[in-house]
């Protein structure tokens, strides 16, 4: 049962037993529960000020609750703002405006003012879309790899390792092995960690794939070709196996649900698969590099 106390009625709380003891409030915002005292609520000329001193009707339940239809997402930043006069802002943007919506509806008008003020300044600065560390030591990146709560996804590259000189188009399949990671990293940053690796290896351009902190699968794209007077060193831009290693790195994924997602991007194996007696297999690698890149990229 839910009763409506009048502004002319004071607002009588069953836990107060004598009026020197301090007045309490329990709040139940969106399914969320508070309890704070009457102080707190009506140190500012709030809309909450205005709501625990009687000048506004109250809706409470059978047990004493005080029911405001709002999410508790932000309430404690609002009473801790209500108590101390400043509180810590969100460090996500999105998070402060949802701050500043709650600091408006109950007309807290310092707190309104900071969290304008702290989304004008975001505004000014141009915040990257991923972050990839880069990586010179087998120590930072086994450290790298052990902290991440992610799949990692490696890219070492150095041309300056070669011992004989490179194939007419091995600097172009460098730069677009370096280009395809960009683009992954920008489309899977959220969901993968991605580390550039110019460490002292012998590998020229390589490929890792770390699943639990433990490497699943490695993809090496340099090899050693034989001429007729000297040998050459060959890169190579496997692009469909570098695709479907990261497909595959997904499964390593901590989720509580089937990966829509990876299931979509992988609905392609069954259409290749019976196609592989109507296609050569250079036709079949074509093929599935297309699809994949369309799914992925």
């Known amino acids: 049962m839910i009763n409506y106390l009048d502004s002319s009625e004071s607002y009588n709380f069953k836990m107060q037993s004598q009026e020197s003891q301090p007045k309490y409030a ?22 909450l000020k205005a709501m625990f ?9 059978t047990e004493g609750w005080v029911l405001i239809d709002r999410c508790g997402k932000h309430f404690n930043s609002v009473l ?3 108590r101390d006069e400043h509180v810590a802002l969100p460090d996500k943007t999105h998070e402060i405006a949802e701050l500043l919506a709650e600091a408006k509806f109950y007309l807290i008008s310092p707190l309104v003012e900071s969290c304008q003020q702290a989304l004008r300044s975001r505004q000014c600065k141009i915040e990257p879309q991923c972050r990839i560390p880069l990586t010179s030591s087998n120590a930072d990146l086994c450290q790298l790899i052990t902290m991440s709560t992610k799949p990692t996804v490696k890219l070492l590259i150095n041309r300056h390792n070669n011992k004989y000189s490179y194939t007419s188009a091995s600097d172009d399949n460098l730069l677009k092995n370096v280009e395809l990671f960009d683009k992954l990293s920008l489309r899977f940053g959220s969901r993968f960690l991605f580390i550039k690796d110019v460490s002292g290896s012998s590998e020229i351009c390589c490929w890792s794939y770390f699943g639990l902190a433990t490497k699943v699968a490695e993809v090496c794209c340099t090899s050693i070709v034989y001429a007729t007077d000297k040998k050459h060193t060959k890169v190579d831009f496997p692009e469909a196996r570098i695709y479907e290693e990261c497909l595959n790195l997904m499964l390593y994924e901590n989720r509580t649900e089937p990966d829509q997602e990876l299931m979509q991007a992988t609905s392609w194996r069954g259409a290749v698969s019976g196609m592989s007696s109507a296609y050569g297999s250079d036709d079949e690698d074509e093929r599935t590099r297309i699809v994949l890149r369309k799914r992925l990229v």
């Not at 001193?53 to 339940?61: H, W, Y």
Request: proline residues 0%; without cysteine.
């Open 53 to 61: 001193s009687g000048r506004m009707k109250v809706l409470t339940d």
């Open 80 to 82: 801790n703002f209500l």
């Open 26 to 47: 329990k709040l139940n915002i969106g399914g969320s529960l508070f309890y704070t005292t009457i102080g707190t609520l009506t140190k500012h000329d709030t809309m």
